[in-house]
């Protein structure tokens, strides 16, 4: 799997970039919303990685463009300061998965699996 990671840490990414490789899976990096989309304009990654808290372009910003655009890549959202209303957010627009971002490198490999699956989170009422 293609899996395009987008976090203003690099730290974060670039580990959480050599877990997913050391499983077999290519990944490209991105640190801010705006490269993110230039990435995906211009590569088809088959799922992504997003954080929520970043400068300029935040992850909903990004993930409501990607599913403007694309609505068909999995994006697992990562969080470590994310609110109520920013997780409800992301679930409305279908993220696959949100995990918190302490637990990234923990639970990243259930996240797979998730998009693997291409299972989404379930709708909230009315919506």
């Known amino acids: 799997m293609n899996i395009l990671i ?5 730290a974060v990414a670039e580990v959480l970039a050599h877990s997913l490789s ?3 899976h290519a990944t490209t990096v991105a640190h801010s919303g ?3 989309l230039r990435i995906v304009r211009d590569a088809t990654p088959d799922a992504m990685f997003l954080d929520v808290s970043m400068p300029g372009m935040n992850g909903l910003d990004v993930l409501q463009e990607i599913k403007r655009t694309r609505p068909s890549l999995a994006v697992v959202v990562i969080t470590g300061h994310a609110t109520d209303a920013e997780l409800d957010e992301v679930k409305r627009l279908g993220a696959v998965d949100v995990i918190p971002k302490p637990a990234a490198l923990t639970h990243y490999h259930q996240a797979i699996e998730r ?6 989170f379930p709708s909230p009422k009315g919506v």
């Open 22 to 24: 050391r499983q077999g």
């Open 6 to 10: 987008v976090d203003d840490e690099p």
């Open 115 to 120: 998009l693997g699956r291409k299972t989404r």
């Open 34 to 36: 705006e490269e993110a």
